[in-house]
């Protein structure tokens, strides 16, 4: 919500960052930075380009946090 400055109310499971919530490239890149810092996580490149919505990014998160 903070990083994409978008209503929380269109932050679902299924929204994808780039067609729901408008993020560019950069946007997702930074979005990426703030998951590792904020979860403890590791994500690799090749994990991050599949990462498409935010249950993408719920599910990986899960499954790879400390």
Avoid: Q
């Avoid at 994500?43 to 498409?52: H, L, V």
């Amino acid at each position: 919500v903070e990083h994409l400055g978008v209503e929380a109310d269109k932050v679902t499971e299924d929204a994808s960052f780039i067609d729901d919530l408008g993020a560019d490239s950069l946007d997702i890149v930074e979005l990426v930075m703030a998951f590792e810092e904020e979860f403890g996580v590791e994500i690799p490149d090749d994990a991050a380009e599949k990462i498409a919505t935010v249950k993408d990014a719920i599910t990986y998160i899960d499954e790879h946090k400390a």
